[in-house]
């Protein structure tokens, strides 16, 4: 399985805008998590979560490309933040292409066939006073069965 978490880590923390604009956390990582966002953490800061796996099978085996739907979360303490992390998140991923090592797996390279811009969402969490931009991308990546 395709570790898409990684991938999209991987080419966000490479983007000098998008970590010009997360910054680092106390651990010295790039504000960029999967899942969810630690407690402690500042903002802005960014959400990766994957949302639904759709294989390309074939008539004579396992699909060797899957397109991954994920939602990526910008978070900003204004709107305005959360809008400028979420147009540099775009920039960075929107039409990438390209060869992926991902840290911490041993040298795991994946070939993103593309990743795609589909939707965006704005909302303000009143609970917590802060702004998120949600925008879902489909993630194309080549597996090797």
Do not use: W
Not at 13 to 18: L, P, Q, S
Not at 27 to 51: C, F, H, M, N
Not at 72 to 97: F, N, P, W
């Amino acid at each position: 399985m395709a570790n898409v978490s990684g991938i999209l880590y991987t080419i966000l923390a490479g983007n000098a805008t998008v970590t010009g604009l997360v910054g680092t956390d106390t651990g010295g990582g790039y504000k960029i998590y999967p899942l969810t966002i630690p407690q402690a953490a500042a903002l802005p800061a960014v959400r990766i979560t994957e949302i639904a796996v759709e294989p390309s099978d074939t008539k004579t085996g396992a699909s060797t490309l899957d397109a991954i739907r994920v939602q990526i979360d910008s978070y900003g303490m204004s709107m305005l933040t959360a809008q400028q992390l979420d147009e540099a998140v775009r920039g960075a991923i929107d039409r990438y292409r390209g060869s992926v090592t991902v840290a911490g797996t041993g040298g795991a390279t994946y070939f993103v066939d593309g990743i795609r811009f589909e939707t965006r969402n704005q909302t303000m969490e009143t609970e917590k006073d802060i702004f998120r931009i949600s925008t879902d991308y489909q993630v194309r990546i080549h597996r090797t069965p």
